[in-house]
């Protein structure tokens, strides 16, 4: 099963630009509102598709920058994250955690995009470590 993240913007035109500009991802399909905003959009990087769509009345979905925080993280893999960084960093994304080496072997740097989703690009790859580390559980 696929898994697709869905974010909500303010302004979701800026959103995308900036997502495609920054971080690289490619507009796959926009459905706009009746006002011209944004209902609907998907956009990919490589295997990865995430919706981002405008805040709208009615609706619980709300931007970072309207709650004033932020409560999770996306996790992307990029293949050179130190390039991928100075890509973002040179669009105007805030870098909060330069990059660096992780200790469950990985490379990775934290950056929020202009409305203040937090986003963690490295070069790890999920389920790396599944076969080899037994699981911790807590009870």
Known sequence: MNHVMSLTYVDGHAAIDFLERAFGYRRRLVVPTPEGGVLHSELSLGDGVIFVSEERAGDVRRSPKTLGATCSSLCVAVEDPDAHCERARAAGA??????????FGARGYLAADLEGH?????????????DD????AQK
Do not use: A, H, K
């Open 94 to 103: 805030l870098i909060l955690q330069e990059p660096e080496d992780t200790n």
């Open 118 to 130: 937090n986003w963690f690009f490295s070069n790890y790859t999920p389920g790396e470590f599944w």
């Open 133 to 136: 580390v037994p699981c911790q």
